[in-house]
Each structure stands twice: as C-alpha cells, then as structure tokens.
C-alpha cells in the first residue's frame, strides 16, 4: 500500500499530504495515529502535535516558521497559523564531508558540442542580436520576422494558419469556434531550416540601454557581454541608436574585459550614423546572413560530460517541488559535479534558511562571507523598501503548499545537491571553477534564468508543480514537472516528469540518472526540449533593484 503522507526529516514536526484527506480521517504514521481536524489537499502540510503560540515550526529538518496561536493536533497549516522564520546564520569553521555518488554507469560517456577555440563547449549553436537600447527593439522585431519566414525558424505557422481559417469562415458567416475549426490541431510545423547547423537566430529584446541610472546601463553592458561571450552563441549582431547611454565602446569593451581573446563574429551596426532606416536593416541583414554561411560551417564533436555547465532552477513551485523534482535534479547535479561538470544554483531570496547550510559547504572563508554579505545586502535592501524575503511566496505557490519562504526556499535548495560549493558569484560574473557554484539572481523565473545563462550556463533544468513557459534565447531549458497531473495537463511545455517519485514507483537516484541522460541528448541535439521548440525566449535583465 502507498503512503498517504510523508514526513522528509526526522526533526520535522509536520507531515505532507502525497493525497488529498478528508476531515475526521485518521491517519496513521510510525505506530501514531492522527485524526484531521480539516481537509488536508495534496502537497499541504498538517501538524503532528498540539502546537501553542511562539512554538516553532521544523521541516526539512530547519525552521520554516512559528505558530501564531494555538493549533491542535491534526490541523493545516496555513498563512493564519504559521509565519516566517529562520535560524540566523554565521561563518563558522566546517570540515564538510560530501559522499560523491556512483557515476560509473556515466564514467567515459560524452555529449556531441560545439567545440569554441578557447575550449569552451556549446550545447548550441546560435546567432545573436543584441540592441543596446529599447530604441531599438522595433528593428530587431522587423530582422526576425524577416530571416524566421525565410530562413524556417518560425514556430508561428499553425496559429497563421487557423487564423487564415477564422478570416474565411468569418468571410462565409460561419461560426467562430476551436470546435468547427480543428486546423489549429492538425496544421503541422514547417522545419525547412536553410542552415542545418544554426539552432537558432536569437535576439535580446529589452527595456534598458538608457534613461535609467548609468549604474543600469553599465550592468546591462556586462549582461549583454556575458551573452555575447556564451558559449551557445557563434556569431553577434548588435544595433544601436548612437546617442543612449549605453554606447557602442561601453559594450565592445566589456566583452574583451570578460574575454580577451573574443574572436566571433561581431558585427555593429549604429542607426544615427545610417542614411536611413532601411539602409540600417538592409546591411544587418545582409552582414549577418554571411555571417549564418560560415557558422553553418561548424559541427558538433564528442566531448566529455565535464563540459556541461548545468544551471538548477524552479518556478510555479508547488508543496512536491521540495519532494521529488528538486531532490532528482539535485542528484543529476551531484552526478555532473561528480564527473568534473558545473552546476550553478542562484535565487538567492529562495535560499532563504538554507543559508547555513550552504556556508558549511563553501570550501574557500572568502567565498562564503562573500555569499554572506550578499545574501544580508539583498535581504537589506528588501526591508528597506517595505518588503522582504518572508513576502516571496506568489499565491500559487501558497495555495499549493508553499506556506513559508523558509518552506519553499528550503525545497528550493534541493536542486543544488549536496556537493560542496566552489564558488559563490555575483550577478554577470562566470563560473570557472568545476562543481558547484552560487550565483546571485532574484528568484524571478526569467530574470534567474537571464542570469544563470549569463554565468555560462549551457543547460538549464527548470522544476515546476504549476506549470510555466519560461525559457532562455540562448541556453536551452529543460522543463521537469513535480507531478503526475501537470505532466498530463501541460504535457506541450514539459520535458521530464518526477511524479512516479509521489507514487513510490521510482527513486530519487533513478530520476536523477535518468535526468542525466535526458540532459546528454539535449545538448547533444538528439532532443529538443519544448521550450526551444516553442521559441520561449524570455529575457529580463536585472536592474539590481529589489526584485524577489
């Protein structure tokens, strides 16, 4: 018989639905019996004991909040009983032992990248345009339209289609419904594609570049090198106004900063310095068709699987995220940290009490007081507006089971594994070190994403139990579902389901090796996660504003 409820660490003093329960059930666990006071929905949370005001809330084996008045036993826990809380945390000597996984069914294994001069290895290969102000983003929405119809990277054609069919049942006084118009369903995908080994053509549409603070433009600048510098991408066009605050200069020399010997492709187009717009558009395009030619030159070659750089991320959590997604993706990373790979984990203001933890596991002092004074300057700068990491669960997160910050944070962590941490980043910064590294974003699904790719991520699992379409114009990302129900219900975004964990039918071990080989196709191009196929190419730089 499967179980009904689970309790993730003996410390825990609450147990988690795997089902939903009735009122007046009683549930039995380790030889105790449990009577409900309420139903308990799938991924919720119920009480093990009588609890009173003040008393503090463990699970995960940490604290996750206090109870805010008397509780009995067998009750929900809620945003009415249960607040925030966290232990505070400190630098403290830590000789972290770490049981490093069985990876011999792994050992000698290779992926098929594209091997960079610098010995950098892409997992794609794409061509990037890059504006260096919103001024821009008209002209860059007229190339991709121009080069996606004729060069068969659009993903658009079916929804052209059925409304070419609304026009003409609308033009016939036929009624307008998904019922009498099944062609959206059966209209097929065009993939003519005129050059085979160009993944993509991508562009980074985006609001700054100007008339925010210089401090902005100048950690776009660095974002905008760093995704030039990718590893994933071949070749850069990048169009300017010419009178923003972000010049031209600003951007060439962050990308020779970050990397001196940068020798892609890089062509720079600036519109005042233009005889007109169509001249402007006419040799962007013309420059970087040229360019698409001899980036189709290159090909993928086998490479070890120390190559990868593997970014860990979540959204749309829900009270499984903690249980089986984080957990399997956090053993991929220890296997890929294992191997000699990267792993980055990021969201800082969802690594919310599991900070001393993660400071126990940073190898080097200096790297973990640097995610301290990181963490406290974030934390700070939250407060000092009204807001803070405690107010960092969304309603869904929240009506699924994520009562707490220090609940959802501490399931969050998951994904990171349990190697130690190498390094700690900020924001823009690369990752160079093997094994695991913190880089610092918010927690923002395409604003994490943004910033783990600019870290040199060249794969990105995302673990949801809600459901979303967030993806990356450069770094493919790999959509792993909490549950059962979301792998069915949104079966056209997700990639990998851990709901057999839910069931008891598979470990976490066998979902994270099997997450691994997932990983080794798509960054082989023997798979195409959905959200590449779909064009989901959601970029939001952070201005290093609060942001959760």
């Not at 203001?349 to 080097?364: S, V, W, Y």
């Not at 990983?519 to 779909?534: H, M, R």
Request: hydrophobic share 35%; net charge negative.
């Amino acid at each position: 018989m499967k179980n009904n409820v689970l309790k993730i660490h003996p410390k825990d003093n609450v147990l988690v639905a795997l089902q939903d329960l009735k009122k007046g059930d009683v549930i039995s666990f380790e030889d105790i019996h449990y009577i409900l006071q309420e139903d308990i929905p799938a991924k919720h949370k119920f009480f093990m004991q009588d609890m009173h005001f003040g008393d503090e809330i463990y699970m995960y084996g940490v604290l996750v909040g206090k109870a805010q008045f008397d509780i009995p036993q067998g009750s929900i826990m809620n945003t009415d009983n249960t607040k925030h809380a966290v232990e505070p945390y400190h630098f403290r000597p830590s000789n972290y032992h770490w049981e490093k996984p069985d990876v011999s069914k792994f050992e000698g294994r290779t992926f098929n990248g594209y091997l960079r001069p610098d010995g950098r290895v892409g997992t794609a290969n794409y061509w990037l345009f890059i504006p260096t102000v919103f001024c821009e983003n008209r002209n860059l929405d007229v190339i991709k339209e121009a080069l996606y119809n004729e060069l068969g990277y659009s993903v658009t054609a079916k929804y052209k289609n059925f409304t070419h069919q609304l026009l003409k049942a609308y033009e016939k006084g036929e009624t307008l419904d998904l019922s009498s118009l099944e062609q959206l369903n059966t209209i097929t995908e065009q993939s003519d594609r005129v050059f085979k080994h160009v993944d993509g053509i991508k562009f980074l549409n985006h609001q700054g570049g100007c008339g925010g603070i210089r401090q902005d433009a100048a950690i776009l600048s660095k974002l905008l090198a760093a995704y030039a510098d990718h590893p994933n991408v071949a070749g850069i066009t990048v169009l300017s106004l010419g009178c923003q605050n972000l010049q031209l200069n600003d951007l060439v020399n962050d990308i020779k900063l970050r990397n001196p010997n940068f020798d892609k492709p890089l062509y720079l187009f600036e519109q005042q310095q233009s005889k007109s717009e169509e001249q402007l558009l006419k040799e962007a395009i013309l420059q970087t068709f040229i360019g698409l030619t001899e980036i189709n030159k290159l090909g993928r070659q086998p490479v070890p699987l120390s190559k990868l750089t593997l970014g860990v991320k979540c959204g749309g959590s829900d009270g499984f995220s903690g249980i089986s997604a984080n957990p399997a993706v956090g053993y991929t990373a220890d296997l890929l940290v294992a191997l000699g790979g990267k792993v980055l984990l990021a969201e800082f203001p969802e690594l919310c009490g599991a900070e001393q933890n993660l400071i126990d596991r940073t190898i080097d002092p200096n790297a973990a007081n640097k995610f301290i004074d990181l963490m406290t300057a974030y934390s700070n700068a939250a407060e000092a507006v009204g807001s803070g990491f405690y107010m960092n669960p969304s309603p869904g997160n929240i009506r699924d089971g994520l009562i707490t910050d220090a609940i959802k944070s501490n399931g969050a962590a998951k994904k990171g594994g349990t190697s130690p941490v190498v390094d700690v980043l900020d924001y823009t910064e690369e990752a160079t070190k093997p094994g695991l590294n913190l880089v610092c974003t918010p927690g923002n699904d395409v604003e994490a994403t943004t910033g783990k790719a600019a870290a040199g991520a060249t794969l990105i699992l995302f673990t949801t139990g809600l459901g979303t379409p967030t993806g990356n114009p450069i770094c493919p990302v790999i959509k792993v579902a909490t549950n059962n129900v979301l792998a069915t219900k949104m079966a056209d975004i997700i990639d990998i389901n851990t709901g057999p964990i839910i069931d008891g039918d598979k470990s976490i071990q066998a979902m994270g090796e099997d997450i691994l080989e997932y990983c080794i196709k798509a960054a082989s191009g023997e798979i195409t996660p959905k959200a590449v196929q779909l064009n989901q190419d959601d970029f939001i730089p952070w201005k290093r504003g609060v942001s959760l």
